[in-house]
């Protein structure tokens, strides 16, 4: 397949899940499924381009790999964590707010938006499999799954650390500035923005020119300005005691040992 070819299908899944997503979201009146969606569409992607391109197959099993181990954690993660509790707040205000022209809108400014979006951030996993060469590869196979690895344990240690410190009563209203909460104010997002570094790096040598990076860069900039960082700091400043004092002391996004 050429690089056209690829991109087009990774189009038409990423569309094909997200309209079903969709469709599956009307009768349920929770558009937040889509949450749970989103690391499940990047490994649809990556198993679609897999089987389809006829690329250097130990740079595509990697990418694939370490896609798919992600997607699957976030989504299992995302379930476990909304199931039975409905739809998220932020889409029953934009329900409220549209009235009987949501199951459109949503269509539009929730899925069709986060399905180019997803289509962007995997750009490293569509045209990381298309080439035939491993030219230059192994060593930025090492340092990328390197640094993937560095995200998923923030990550992953980020959200275990979060869910045993809510499940004990004693916590509530009360603020996590323990274990990695106590390096960077979110590790969830910076294992997202780490991991996605990573998944690019393993795929750059074989990428055509800067595109490669538009992946990552679009999910560092989502993370930390947009739909990540910034939001949830101004939710929490509002609303949870002590925060600025938090602030003060632990960094927003790139992790440092905590202070003593």
Request: aromatic fraction near 12%; glycine fraction near 12%.
């Amino acid at each position: 397949m050429s690089t056209s070819e690829v991109l087009l299908l990774a189009g038409g899944v990423v569309a094909a899940v997200m309209v079903v997503t969709w469709l599956i979201s009307l009768p349920l009146r929770n558009a937040s499924i889509v949450d749970i969606v989103w690391g499940l569409g990047f490994v649809a992607v990556a198993w679609a381009v897999r089987l389809g391109a006829d690329g250097y197959e130990p740079r595509q099993n990697l990418l694939v790999a370490l896609t798919s181990i992600w997607g699957l954690r976030l989504g299992g993660y995302l379930w476990w964590r909304n199931h039975g509790k409905g739809e998220d707040f932020r889409y029953r205000a934009m329900r409220k707010k549209a009235g009987a022209s949501f199951p459109v809108r949503s269509l539009v400014t929730v899925f069709a938006l986060q399905g180019v979006i997803m289509w962007t951030v995997s750009l490293p996993v569509q045209l990381g499999q298309v080439d035939e060469s491993g030219d230059g590869w192994p060593a930025f196979a090492v340092i990328g799954a390197a640094l993937w690895l560095v995200g998923m344990v923030f990550e992953t240690g980020g959200d275990i650390q979060l869910a045993r410190f809510k499940a004990d009563p004693a916590n509530q209203g009360r603020l996590l500035t323990s274990g990695l909460w106590a390096w960077t104010r979110h590790p969830n997002y910076f294992g997202d923005f780490a991991v996605w570094w990573g998944i690019a790096l393993v795929a750059f040598p074989q990428m055509p020119g800067p595109i490669g990076v538009v992946g990552a860069a679009t999910i560092s900039f989502m993370l930390v300005k947009v739909s990540g960082v910034a939001m949830l700091e101004r939710s929490l400043t509002k609303r949870k005691p002590g925060y600025e004092e938090y602030v003060a002391n632990t960094p927003a996004f790139i992790p440092r040992p905590p202070r003593r």
